[in-house]
């Protein structure tokens, strides 16, 4: 009897065991995941992007460019992806059309491995026939333990900008062994502003005509030659 006894309380012991381990093991999770949820609700995504215009009833982007970087060329020391595009917001133009209001460009760096730090910025270009010209500039974002950072230049008319715009793009990667690296790209090919002084037909060019030159006949005078009549006398004898 008392080696039953014995064998029930060892069992009992090793059930209790049991449970505690269990109840251990599913709290690490739930604490963990306590964890991660105050870290992300005390470092949102890190940006700078200003609100869209009122005027905008929607945005389509532009020109979208993605470039992955690894760091020392070695995707297993570190790898960051960065994004460019242009965003252009359209307005209401009333009897049902829409019409280009304004532009921007916006920059977008990603954490994908071994990455503590990521700081953007980006520039918005036009170019026409004088040349290129830089059209707005943002500030400089750092993600800090972000996943990733963005910025936006501030909007520009697009009445008034150049026909063709791009962006160009600076990124600073601070990889896990503390090195820095510095990158910079411009939008490869751009994209077409659309508003209505870009699609109207250049007028045709203004050419003078010169009328072929005519020479007047030539006339020629001959010389006048005067004839004298001779008189001649005969004497009568």
Not at 32 to 46: E, G, K, L
Not at 204 to 233: F, Q, R, S
């Amino acid at each position: 009897m008392r080696r039953h006894t014995a064998t029930s309380v060892i069992l009992l012991a090793l059930a209790l065991l049991l449970v505690i381990a269990n109840t251990g093991s599913t709290a690490i999770p739930d604490q963990a995941r306590r964890a991660a949820a105050q870290r992300a609700a005390a470092n949102p995504a890190a940006s700078t992007v200003a609100p869209d215009s009122p005027a905008d009833i929607f945005t389509i982007n532009d020109g979208f460019v993605s470039k992955t970087y690894s760091h020392l060329g070695n995707p297993a020391l570190g790898v960051l992806v960065a994004e460019t595009w242009g965003e252009t917001g359209w307005s209401d133009a009333a009897g049902g059309f829409v019409e280009p209001n304004n532009s921007q460009g916006v920059v977008r760096g990603l954490k994908q491995r071994r990455v503590l730090r990521v700081a953007v910025r980006v520039e918005l270009w036009g170019t026409d026939d004088t040349g290129d010209h830089q059209l707005a500039t943002s500030g400089t974002v750092n993600s800090g333990t972000s996943l990733h950072a963005t910025a936006a230049t501030p909007e520009i008319n697009v009445r008034t900008a150049p026909c063709l715009l791009w962006t160009r793009v600076f990124v600073a990667i601070r990889w896990t062994d503390n090195m820095l690296s510095n990158v910079t790209f411009d939008m490869p090919i751009g994209y077409f502003n659309l508003d209505e002084h870009c699609l109207a037909a250049p007028p045709p060019p203004t050419t003078t005509t010169t009328p072929p030159t005519t020479t007047p006949p030539t006339t020629t005078t001959l010389p006048t030659t005067t004839i004298i009549p001779t008189t001649t006398t005969t004497t009568i004898p």
